[in-house]
């Protein structure tokens, strides 16, 4: 079995203006992931908003410094994760497939093979 990062991303105002019918389908797809991984995720989380994040970097083998927010700002907004176990990665797909992001029309799902997983 191998092991995946599923990332959530989403347009930030958007979740924050989100319909309550959007909201239903949002957390139904959650639900759906959930129910049909079962015991194969291994970890989950929502994740703070950017607002809350610190980036550290700094020049090779000098001291990092902190800045507020994302290291990179494409204007979507990284929600949570799923840390998966599927048999390849188009069974990571599929699971993914029944996220609500993966079809919201903002943001997306990534899905990372985890190196040596």
Not at 29 to 39: L, S, T
Not at 53 to 82: C, F, H, I, K
Request: charged fraction near 20%.
């Amino acid at each position: 079995m191998a092991k995946y990062l599923v990332l959530t991303y989403g347009d930030e105002p958007a979740w924050a203006s989100m319909p309550p019918e959007e909201e239903r389908r949002l957390m139904a797809g959650h639900r759906a992931f959930a129910e049909a991984a079962g015991g194969a995720i291994l970890d989950t989380g929502e994740l703070e908003p950017p607002s809350a994040v610190v980036t550290l970097r700094g020049p090779a083998g000098g001291e990092p410094s902190a800045t507020a927010g994302p290291l990179a700002d494409n204007g979507a907004t990284l929600g949570g994760y799923y840390l998966l176990e599927a048999a390849g990665l188009d069974e990571a797909k599929a699971l993914a497939s029944l996220l609500h992001e993966s079809r919201a029309g903002h943001g997306g799902v990534e899905i990372r093979p985890v190196a040596g997983g």
